[in-house]
Structures are given as structure tokens and as C-alpha cells.
């Protein structure tokens, strides 16, 4: 640990720093935001390198992330700041693929594609700063930043490395047994040594009790999870599901922070304390047997191809399909249909098993009042008829391939009443499915109140409402525009006591930042204009004047070479009459100063006295912020005493 002073010095800080990766970062918006959380200006050199430069998203499911580099060697600053991108909602092509990854990589443990994205666009980035600074005296300080997903993979960086000096987490997942025994070898040997766990066997491990797995991952990553620090809000979403099975705690946690303060919103953790391990264990098994290949080969689009035998691309293709087109289609559906019918076994075996816990679960949430006793077996009864919903496509499914045989569908045209039949199966299959999702819409009604703190779960989980809470904190608000609104006690005699006013902080620097900008282009184009003055006159008298007397010189010394300049004559009279010697009498004059260089002199001269006083004015204008900075801090501290 070098002991430097960190860049990102506060909470807030960090925090707008991680909510602004999303839409990705620049150098402009780091100094903005820099100035807006601590009131003055950032004055070190920070560069910006983005995963997109060094690793492929798709090959990583996914993956994104920024690296912040800041330096000076004077202040003896050189800090990297690794963040990988948190959650995301669906991408251009509407699914939903960090979810999936969620799913698949936090809770069953099972991926490590977007971990193993991380580690090469970190070690990409580090090997080119390191050669960049390799003469520098100051040891570089690394630094981990993540929300959500980025907070669980930045958490995973340092367990398995644990090469940073601190890592600053919100909203974070939290780390995963099984996880690590895949990414880190030598956990994965301890594991198995200590409990017999066959890694080699890919559900082995879920059979095993997991709080002594948890508390056994606790103890081996003590002193590397020493260094994380974790910001959490009580509602969110995400760490009311961590005491299902598998996860464990990692280095300290801030007081959870209150995101809807004066109202009475509470967690879901309650209802997840209660979620039967049985059922957890059963889903992480049914996940890794089922769906970690086809997620690891195609990602959600496999997820969803082995879960339910359907292909998205063929459904869409076909539906909207004119009936000429659907009857030459029917061989590709017939392979789809057979999918459905050996798919649907498991996923009903899946779907009861979670339906025998199920009773269980819900009891849970009679117990702490989120639905009635009546609502709880309304629920049941939908779930049992979306069972039946799910046999019956299958048994329509198994019809539809006994009654027509595959020659028949690779010539439609030659039996059109048994494509027909074969077709209405198809609209029954799809009708079916459409009755089950009015199923769940009917659960979700009576699960509204649930189904409403996990609403408030999902948006306490946003990066926008962990900002407004630090705000809050501290007397201030973030505009509907994102701007930093900060309150100001003013009275007419200076005296406490006085009305508070609201001022834009964001406007403010925003105006100091463009007229920062304006005066360093006004900089950089008087230097522009100076050198080409230098270039144009000054220097290009002088070597006009050097080659001249250059060519002085040479007549000089050799006289004999100009015998060519006197005129031509005959050959003989070049014999008698030759140049033998030349003397010049130079009288170079110099540039007049009056009458050429005093007009550009004094126009450089008006321009840099511009430049000083529009400097010493952004000084004012810089201390001005800064003022209302401490102020701002001052009635912060007056709201926490």
C-alpha cells in the first residue's frame, strides 16, 4: 500500500464517478464531477481506457468497464481505478443479458465469462501504463470501484488476486462459494480437501451443507476482503436475496443507508430469510444439469432454447408468416415441436418441486402480512393450473409428432388436411403458453404488495436513488437533470439563524469549466499566433540574412566561381582577364521595432494581460465555489449533530 491520497476521496464521489460508467466516462465529465463533490479543481492528468478497446462484450456475456489512470509525479499521485460495469437492462436486441448472467454466474455459480473479461482487460490496460510509468518513482495504488454485478466481479478480482489497496462497493453482489471454487484454483483444492467435494462433478458441490461452506470461504478470504468496503441501501432488492444459500460476507459494510426516508417502505430480507434451502439448492442443480451449457455456448438466447425447446428467431419467422409459408415451414417447426416435448419434463419437474416449497414460501409472507391466507391459495391454484398448462402442451406436443409422420412435413404440399391438423396443434401450443402468462398476470395481482416492495427493491438497487440518499444526508438534492442543488443559510446581518436558499452547485461549475476551456484555447491560440509570428518574421529574417551572408562569404573566398557574371567573351580573354578578387560591403538593416515588431509585440502583449485577468477572475470564481462548498458541508454537519 503506498499511502497515497485517494483521487476519489468520498463516497459521493465514487458514487456519481460509478453511475456516470454507465453512459460511459470521458475526462471533461471526471472533472466536472470532481469539482461538483469536493469544490475544487481536479489538477492531475487522468486518462480513460474502456473495455470495448481491449476485449470483445460478446465473447465475455457481455462484459463492460472503464479504468481511470491518475498521475503526477510532483504530488506524488499515480492510482488506477478498475470498474466494471454493474447490471444493464436489455440490449439492442431486447434481452435481458446481465440478468441472465445473474442468474446463471451469481446465484448457481456456474459461469465465468464476464470474471475472466475482467481479468484481461484489467492485466491488457496495467501492462500498458506500467510501461507508459515505468521510470516513475511513485508505486502505483490500485483501486476498485463496482454497483451490483461490477461490485461482485470487482469483489471476485480481489479474492483471487488480492493485489488492490482498496475496493469501494454499492449495491454490490456479494460473493459466491460456489463461484470461487470455479474461478480460483486454490480455493476450489482447499474446498475439496477439507469437505471431499468432488469439483469434477459439476452438482456435487450444492449437495454439501452450505453455512459451513460460507463460513469455511469466510475464513480463507479474510485477509484479502480486509481492503472492501461495502455501501448498501436497506431496500435493495439484491441483498435481501443474499441469505439464500451459497453466498458469504466479504471485508466491512457501511450503516445500510435508508432509501426512502420518512416512508415507511421495508426489505424484502424477511421473506428470503424464510426461502426454503431445499428449493435453493434443487434450482442451483436444476441449472447447472440443464442450462450451463447451452448459456455458456449461446448465452440467453440458449437459456431460453433449452429451457423451453423454442427458438425465438423461428417462432417470430413463423407467426408472422402468410398460411402458404407456414405449410412450407412446418419441417423446422416439427423439429422445434419434438424439442418441446422433450424439454417439458424437466421444466415440469423443476416448476413442481419449487410448487411442494412452495406452501412453505408463502406462508412466509401470510406471516408478515404481504398477502392473506385466501390470496395464498389463489396463488396456488394458479400455479397448479399453469402446471396443467405446461402437460398440456406437452401431451399436445407428443400428439402432434405420433399423428404425423416427418416424411408428410417434408412435403407439405402432398397431405395439406394433415399440415393443417399439424398447424392447429401448433396454434394450440401457442395459445397455451398465452394462458399461462394470464396466469402469472393473475399472480402478480395478488402478489402486488410483494410484488410492490420489490419494485421499490429494484429502484433502491439504482446507482440514481444510492446518489439521492448520500444527498439527502447531507442536506442536499441532485436535480431531475442530474444537477447538484445544494442549500445555503443567508441572513441580512451575517448572523446565524437565517433563511436557507437553494443554489445550483452543477450550473456553477459548469460556467467556471467553459470559461476555463475558453481561456485555454485563448492560450493555446496566442501561442499559435506567436510561433507563426516567429516562424514568419523573426526566424525567417534571420535565415534570410545567414543565407545571404553565406553567399557573401563564398564570393570571398572563391572569386573564380562568378567569372561567369561579368559577361561572356571569348575563350582566350577568360584566360587574361579573370575575376580574381571580390569584397562586398554588406549593410544588412535589422527589423525595425517601431515600425514592424511594436504592433505585433503589443497585440501579444493586450491578449496575455486578457488571458491574466480572465484567470485571475476564474480564480474568484474558483474560491467563490469552493465557499459555497464548505458552507454546504458546514450545514451537513448541523443535519448529522
Keep these: 500500500m503506498s499511502g497515497q491520497e485517494q483521487m476519489l476521496i468520498n463516497e459521493l464521489l465514487r458514487a456519481r464517478i460509478i453511475q456516470t460508467e454507465y453512459e460511459g466516462l470521458d475526462e471533461n465529465k471526471i472533472k466536472r464531477i470532481y469539482m461538483e463533490e469536493t469544490g475544487t479543481p481536479l489538477d492531475v492528468d487522468v486518462n480513460v481506457y474502456y473495455s470495448e478497446d481491449y476485449v470483445d462484450e460478446v465473447e465475455y456475456k457481455g462484459f463492460n468497464g472503464t479504468i481511470l489512470h491518475f498521475q503526477d509525479k510532483e504530488k506524488g499521485i499515480n492510482q488506477v481505478y478498475t470498474i466494471p460495469r454493474g447490471t444493464e437492462g436489455p440490449k439492442e436486441d431486447g434481452l435481458p443479458h446481465d440478468a441472465a448472467y445473474d442468474l446463471m454466474g451469481i446465484f448457481a455459480g456456474i459461469s ?24 516513475s518513482k511513485v508505486e502505483l495504488e490500485k483501486i476498485g470501484l463496482g454497483h451490483s454485478l461490477g461490485g461482485g466481479l470487482m469483489i471476485m478480482l480481489q479474492l483471487y488476486n488480492g493485489d488492490y489497496d482498496h475496493v469501494y462497493t454499492i449495491n454490490s453482489a456479494a460473493a459466491s462459494v460456489y463461484k470461487m471454487a470455479i474461478i480460483d484454483p486454490t480455493f476450489g483444492a482447499e474446498l475439496s480437501n477439507k469437505f471431499g467435494i468432488n469439483l469434477e462433478n459439476d452438482t456435487d458441490i450444492y449437495k454439501y451443507n452450505p453455512e459451513s461452506l460460507e463460513e469455511f ?107 402458404f409459408k407456414k405449410i412450407r415451414m412446418a419441417g423446422e417447426m416439427h423439429s422445434m415441436i419434438q424439442e418441446i416435448r422433450e424439454k417439458a419434463p424437466e421444466l415440469i419437474k423443476m416448476i413442481e418441486a419449487i410448487r411442494g416449497e412452495l406452501p412453505d414460501i408463502l406462508n412466509a409472507l401470510v406471516k408478515t402480512g404481504y398477502i392473506t391466507e385466501a390470496e395464498k391459495n389463489e396463488v396456488l391454484s394458479q400455479v397448479d393450473l399453469i402446471i396443467g398448462d405446461i402437460k398440456a402442451i406437452h401431451s399436445r406436443a407428443d400428439r402432434a409428432l405420433r399423428d404425423i409422420p416427418f416424411h408428410i ?14 398447424l392447429n396443434d401448433y396454434l394450440f401450443i401457442k395459445n397455451t403458453l398465452d394462458e399461462a402468462k ?24 439504482r446507482m440514481k436513488f444510492v446518489i439521492e440518499s448520500l444527498r439527502s444526508a447531507k442536506g442536499s438534492r441532485t436535480a431531475d437533470n442530474g444537477d447538484v442543488i445544494i442549500s445555503l443559510e443567508i441572513s441580512a446581518s451575517g448572523d446565524r439563524g437565517g433563511m436557507c436558499i437553494e443554489v445550483n452547485l452543477s450550473s456553477a461549475v459548469r460556467i467556471y ?5 475558453f481561456v485555454e484555447q485563448k492560450e493555446a491560440l496566442l501561442q499559435e499566433l506567436m510561433s507563426a509570428y516567429e516562424q514568419s518574421y523573426i526566424s525567417d529574417y534571420e535565415y534570410r540574412k545567414n543565407a545571404l551572408l553565406s553567399k557573401i562569404e563564398d564570393m570571398e ?9 561579368v559577361g561572356r567573351f571569348t575563350s582566350d580573354s577568360n584566360v587574361v582577364h579573370k575575376v580574381s578578387h571580390i569584397r562586398v560591403n554588406e549593410d544588412i538593416a535589422t527589423l525595425p521595432r517601431d515600425g514592424f515588431k511594436l504592433p505585433f509585440e503589443n497585440a501579444f502583449s493586450f491578449i496575455e494581460k486578457e488571458i491574466k485577468e480572465e484567470r485571475k ?25
Design 513 to 517: 469549466m467553459y470559461g476555463l476551456d
Design 112 to 135: 465465468k465469462d464476464q470474471f475472466e473479461g475482467l481479468v484481461n482487460f484489467e492485466q491488457n490496460v496495467l501492462n500498458e501504463i506500467k510501461e507508459e510509468t515505468g521510470n
Design 617 to 641: 477572475m476564474l480564480k474568484s470564481f474558483e474560491e467563490a465555489i469552493k465557499a459555497l462548498f464548505d458552507r454546504d458541508e458546514t450545514i451537513a454537519q448541523q443535519i448529522k449533530g
Design 409 to 422: 412435413l417434408t412435403a407439405p404440399l402432398t397431405a395439406p388436411h394433415a399440415i393443417l391438423r399439424y
Design 217 to 323: 470461504a469466510k475464513k480463507f478470504y479474510a485477509e484479502k476482503a480486509s481492503v472492501i468496503e461495502h455501501t448498501t441501501l436497506e431496500q435493495d432488492l439484491l441483498q435481501a436475496i443474499f441469505p439464500i444459500r451459497g453466498f458469504f460476507e466479504t471485508g466491512s459494510y457501511n450503516n445500510p443507508i435508508n432509501a426512502f426516508e420518512n416512508q415507511s417502505i421495508e426489505s424484502l430480507r424477511e421473506v428470503f430469510d424464510n426461502f426454503p434451502d431445499e428449493v435453493a439448492k434443487e434450482l442451483q442443480i436444476y441449472l447447472v444439469e440443464n442450462l450451463a451449457d447451452p448459456y455458456n455456448e449461446e448465452g440467453i438466447e440458449g437459456i431460453l432454447h433449452q429451457l423451453l425447446g423454442i427458438d425465438l428467431q423461428k417462432v417470430e419467422e413463423f407467426t408472422e408468416a402468410s398460411t
Design 557 to 565: 573566398k572563391y572569386p573564380y566561381r562568378y567569372q561567369h557574371l
Design 438 to 461: 394470464g396466469r402469472l398476470d393473475i399472480i402478480r395481482d395478488y402478489m402486488e404488495d410483494v410484488l410492490g416492495l420489490a419494485i421499490h427493491g429494484g429502484n433502491a438497487h
